[in-house]
């Protein structure tokens, strides 16, 4: 069987950065991001001795007519798309277009929209099916059960006619180990690339997926469930030589949804990587409540050279009402930890969480002057589909847009509004953040410094002036 796996397309030209287990978002630095969740599909497929094609048509920068010819020639029976729901328009429609053309196919979609607005996205005609979580497994026992019946693979949803089917949520995977690395051979690796690795080629590496905490923005519980599962430490840096010394990429992102909740794998891990001497440089997630001086100290020793820490917001009480569970007071330690080890920290905070004025936007924005990351990034409270936080907005009439376009928690749009503020607000102080964080003297000083080539040069320039007005 021939199985096609495709990051869409952009019809409108923008640059969307998307991972299975992630929301998705536009790329605000036109950064693009490793297709790994479709490699991980692809290498389960080839290991049933199927024959496997990746397009990344944004990377790439297919236009749909593009994808068709290629699809006519490679003739899958079977089509799996990646969209997330501020592309989720654009994905459908391509899967219709792409169901025409070949009627005799089954096209499916995999990624956090789908998986947590079933009906709705199984109303659109070019859509078969849904991989709702553990995706490797179910699209295993799809191919396995090709042509028979499917209303026994669990973690599968689809229609038969008009009747729309879920089967429930497939068992956890016991041993991420046993999956197999991903086909990064099917991928364009050398057009993976953002300014913080220096505008070179990056991989993305899934140490571990499940996240125990509750935040009501976010939706990674469902394709992973709460409980962590970690691969070994051997496991991921077997995978790690496989990047360096197949793919000659030497800069990691590391995918976890908290690369550092347990200290001893981290610890084990650093030490491996030291005694390997595998020279990668990577980069990590944090909370700010699970770092210490001891694992930042041997993590800086193993080649990491940026934490990325989730503030959100300087207020507690706006912490409290989207069950962060955690104490603001973490956010200078945790970053202080970073500068002491010579890690570069980049912060993320968000605006217009419930219960957000004028007054917690600022004391937000004071926060993010005060910790003096390397870098930091202001996001708009985007109510995704499946959430809590979307809930709350729809049953408390906070939604002021249901056109998911627009559901994009980098763009310069809001789709909701708070008690006290109107989206507009939200919007406008964003705007304000990003100029008043970024466009003063010191930090553009700093900036020139660090530039590491011309290619750097020119991709930092064209974020100094999207800044400047407004579009980043």
Same mark, same amino acid.
């Given at each position: 069987?021939?199985?096609?796996?495709?990051?869409?397309?952009?019809?409108?030209?923008?640059?969307?950065?998307?991972?299975?287990?992630?929301?998705?978002?536009?790329?605000?630095a036109d950064q693009?991001?490793?297709?790994?969740?479709?490699?991980?599909?692809?290498?389960?497929?080839?290991?049933?001795?199927?024959?496997?094609?990746?397009?990344?048509?944004?990377?790439?920068?297919?236009?749909?007519?593009?994808?068709?010819?290629?699809?006519?020639?490679?003739?899958?029976?079977?089509?799996?798309?990646?969209?997330?729901?501020? *592309?989720? #328009? !654009?994905?459908?429609?391509?899967?219709? $277009? @792409? &169901?025409?053309?070949?009627?005799?196919?089954? /096209?499916? %979609?995999?990624?956090?929209?789908?998986?947590?607005?079933?009906?709705?996205?199984?109303?659109?005609?070019?859509?078969?099916?849904?991989?709702?979580?553990?995706?490797?497994?179910?699209?295993?026992?799809?191919?396995?059960?090709?042509?028979?019946?499917?209303?026994?693979?669990?973690?599968?949803?689809?229609?038969?006619?008009?009747?729309?089917?879920?089967?429930?949520?497939?068992?956890?995977?016991?041993?991420?180990?046993?999956?197999?690395?991903?086909?990064?051979?099917?991928?364009?690796?050398?057009?993976?690339?953002?300014?913080?690795?220096?505008?070179?080629?990056?991989?993305?590496?899934?140490?571990?997926?499940?996240?125990?905490?509750?935040?009501?923005?976010?939706?990674?519980?469902?394709?992973?469930?709460?409980?962590?599962?970690?691969? *070994?430490? #051997? !496991?991921?840096?077997?995978?790690?030589? $496989? @990047? &360096?010394?197949?793919?000659?990429?030497?800069? /990691?992102? %590391?995918?976890?949804?908290?690369?550092?909740?347990?200290?001893?794998?981290v610890m084990d891990?650093?030490?491996?990587?030291?005694?390997?001497?595998?020279?990668?440089?990577?980069?990590?997630?944090?909370?700010?409540?699970?770092?210490?001086?001891?694992?930042?100290?041997?993590?800086?020793?193993?080649?990491?050279?940026?934490?990325?820490?989730?503030?959100?917001?300087?207020?507690?009480?706006?912490?409290?009402?989207?069950?962060?569970?955690?104490?603001?007071?973490?956010?200078?330690?945790?970053?202080?930890?970073?500068?002491?080890?010579?890690?570069?920290?980049?912060?993320?905070?968000?605006?217009?969480?419930?219960?957000?004025?004028?007054?917690?936007?600022?004391?937000?924005?004071?926060?993010?002057?005060?910790?003096?990351?390397?870098?930091?990034?202001?996001?708009?409270?985007?109510?995704?589909?499946?959430?809590?936080?979307?809930?709350?907005?729809?049953?408390?009439?906070?939604?002021?847009?249901?056109?998911f376009d627009f559901?994009?928690?980098?763009?310069?749009?809001?789709?909701?509004?708070?008690?006290?503020?109107?989206?507009?607000?939200?919007?406008?102080?964003?705007?304000?953040?990003?100029?008043?964080?970024?466009?003063?003297?010191?930090?553009?000083?700093?900036?020139?410094?660090?530039?590491?080539?011309?290619?750097?040069?020119?991709?930092?320039?064209?974020?100094?002036?999207?800044?400047?007005?407004?579009?980043?």
């Amino acid at each position: 069987m021939n199985v096609l796996l495709l990051n869409p397309p952009s019809l409108n030209n923008k640059i969307y950065m998307k991972e299975i287990g992630r929301c998705g978002s536009t790329s605000s630095a036109d950064q693009l991001w490793p297709q790994t969740g479709l490699a991980y599909l692809a290498s389960m497929a080839e290991s049933l001795g199927h024959t496997c094609r990746i397009i990344d048509g944004i990377a790439e920068r297919k236009s749909l007519r593009d994808v068709l010819i290629a699809a006519k020639k490679f003739l899958p029976e079977l089509i799996i798309l990646n969209t997330t729901t501020s *592309t989720f #328009k !654009n994905d459908s429609y391509i899967s219709f $277009e @792409i &169901k025409k053309a070949l009627p005799g196919s089954k /096209v499916g %979609f995999v990624g956090t929209h789908a998986s947590n607005d079933i009906e709705n996205s199984l109303r659109h005609q070019g859509i078969d099916f849904i991989l709702v979580n553990e995706p490797e497994i179910v699209l295993k026992e799809i191919i396995m059960n090709f042509k028979k019946d499917w209303s026994s693979i669990k973690g599968l949803a689809y229609k038969k006619g008009k009747k729309i089917t879920l089967n429930g949520l497939h068992e956890p995977i016991d041993d991420l180990d046993d999956l197999p690395f991903p086909a990064r051979d099917k991928l364009p690796n050398n057009l993976y690339r953002m300014v913080l690795t220096g505008n070179m080629p990056f991989a993305t590496v899934v140490p571990s997926r499940g996240c125990p905490y509750g935040c009501t923005y976010c939706r990674v519980g469902l394709p992973w469930g709460k409980a962590i599962k970690k691969r *070994t430490v #051997k !496991n991921v840096i077997l995978e790690l030589k $496989e @990047i &360096k010394n197949k793919y000659r990429i030497d800069n /990691v992102v %590391f995918m976890a949804d908290t690369f550092t909740i347990d200290k001893r794998w981290v610890m084990d891990f650093c030490s491996s990587m030291i005694k390997k001497d595998l020279n990668l440089n990577w980069l990590c997630n944090s909370r700010i409540d699970t770092i210490d001086e001891e694992m930042a100290t041997l993590m800086k020793k193993a080649g990491n050279s940026l934490i990325s820490f989730g503030v959100e917001s300087g207020n507690q009480k706006i912490l409290d009402n989207v069950k962060k569970g955690v104490d603001i007071s973490y956010a200078k330690k945790a970053v202080q930890i970073a500068k002491n080890a010579g890690i570069k920290t980049f912060c993320y905070f968000i605006f217009g969480l419930p219960g957000e004025t004028k007054k917690t936007m600022t004391e937000t924005l004071a926060l993010a002057k005060s910790l003096d990351p390397d870098f930091a990034n202001f996001h708009i409270a985007t109510p995704y589909p499946g959430t809590e936080l979307y809930r709350y907005a729809k049953n408390n009439g906070l939604l002021v847009n249901d056109d998911f376009d627009f559901y994009d928690q980098t763009g310069n749009h809001a789709v909701m509004r708070t008690e006290e503020l109107s989206a507009k607000d939200i919007v406008r102080f964003r705007k304000y953040a990003m100029r008043s964080f970024y466009l003063n003297h010191k930090r553009i000083l700093r900036n020139i410094r660090h530039v590491k080539n011309f290619n750097d040069l020119v991709k930092k320039s064209k974020i100094a002036i999207k800044i400047a007005t407004g579009q980043a």
